[in-house]
């Protein structure tokens, strides 16, 4: 930081010397007449006026009118009159190139109104067509400088504006990433848990009835052999969106919708639960989003029962009405509710996955006096037909 300070103010040192310099000669060779001589009130003049472009980058603004006002106030006192884009033009770049444009054009016109008024009505008047081709020159010229500066503004600032719009760009592209990476890790969790719970329990019957009931246990296997198949071929789709690679064994899965909530159930019954479905209402316009969130609904709510009561009944409602779908799953188990998980991974993930498309959850103990837990859930439609 510091060497780029020290760089900086002996560049500004360095273009003041320099137009200090070009503005002496400009004096020396100027044929404006009467004029005093060039003599140390004409170079402290000079110095005067180019100190302010050493301050130019810094107070553009500042640096202008006192270049402005030192300028004019050097013709007043009969310094040799030269072109005014060599004391103002830098100035003038700079503030326009700081994004002060109208600061530049009052100056432009005080130049042109000034100037024009100095030639006609001053000592030594020059002919009209004279002072309109030497004060059109001179307009042009500081013109010239002030729009260049104001393009190189506009070119930064669009470069500024770019690069901003590709960071957020960037950034909200990676926000895509995280929440398909997030909704991702749900369905894992979901897959996984079901599974896990079917196979545990399905494993404890074959153990238990391998000896007496070997036809008992066998069926036991052969659900425990069905689960784990579908849920590599759920995790496998799974694996296949976090590799964004859009395929897995030929092709991804379908999402699973409301069509596979059957398989949930018996899979279920399979587990030694009695469980029922009932589905009211048209689904043939169910939104893919939210057919796979009542199917994770019911999935999750069905693994909770297993896994967390003594219940030996569940009941599946899904409800399509009007511009909402309602999803109730309702359990007998008679465990105190306090024994229930209220702040696992599984139904934060549902609350998440409802929560997202604009609906609720709520669950708890049965609310009509009888033992067992429920889960209610509405989505909303939004606009399409309700399945």
């Not at 066998?218 to 296949?240: F, P």
Request: with cysteine; net charge positive; glycine share 8%.
């Amino acid at each position: 930081m510091c060497s780029r300070w020290w760089h900086g103010t002996v560049a500004d040192l360095a273009a003041a010397l320099l137009l200090t310099t070009v503005m002496l000669a400009a004096t020396m060779a100027s044929t404006d007449h009467p004029a005093r001589p060039v003599d140390a009130v004409v170079v402290v003049a000079m110095i005067a006026i180019g100190g302010w472009v050493a301050v130019a980058r810094r107070m553009p603004r500042t640096a202008l009118i006192g270049a402005c006002v030192t300028f004019f106030a050097a013709l007043a006192i009969g310094v040799p009159g030269f072109s005014p884009a060599l004391a103002l033009g830098f100035p003038l770049f700079v503030a326009a190139r700081a994004g002060h444009l109208w600061w530049g054009v009052a100056v432009v016109s005080w130049i042109a109104v000034s100037g024009v008024s100095y030639r006609l009505l001053g000592e030594g008047a020059e002919p009209l067509p004279q002072v309109a081709v030497g004060s059109l020159f001179d307009v042009a010229l500081v013109t010239v400088i002030v729009l260049l500066g104001e393009t190189l503004r506009s070119r930064r600032q669009l470069s500024d504006e770019a690069q901003l719009r590709l960071r957020i760009t960037e950034r909200e592209h990676q926000q895509r990433i995280t929440a398909e990476r997030l909704r991702t890790s749900r369905d894992l969790h979901d897959v996984l848990a079901h599974t896990v719970t079917v196979v545990g329990i399905q494993a404890n019957v074959a153990a238990e009835s391998i000896e007496d009931r070997p036809e008992r246990a066998r069926a036991a296997i052969e659900s425990v052999r069905v689960a784990s198949k579908d849920a590599l071929s759920d995790l496998r789709s799974t694996i296949a969106v976090l590799r964004a690679d859009g395929s897995a064994n030929g092709g991804p899965r379908a999402v699973p919708g409301l069509n596979q909530v059957p398989d949930l159930l018996d899979t279920t019954r399979a587990a030694g639960m009695a469980a029922s479905l009932h589905i009211d209402g048209d689904r043939t316009g169910l939104r893919p989003s939210v057919a796979l969130a009542v199917y994770r609904v019911v999935q999750e709510s069905l693994t909770n029962a297993l896994r967390h009561s003594s219940a030996s009944t569940v009941t599946v409602a899904v409800d399509c009405a009007g511009d909402a779908v309602r999803v109730t799953v309702r359990d007998d188990g008679k465990q105190a509710a306090e024994a229930r998980p209220v702040a696992g991974s599984g139904l934060r993930g549902m609350t998440e996955r409802v929560t997202a498309l604009g609906g609720t959850v709520r669950y708890g103990p049965a609310d009509n006096g009888k033992a067992g837990w429920v889960v209610r859930v509405h989505l909303p439609v939004r606009g399409a037909s309700c399945p």
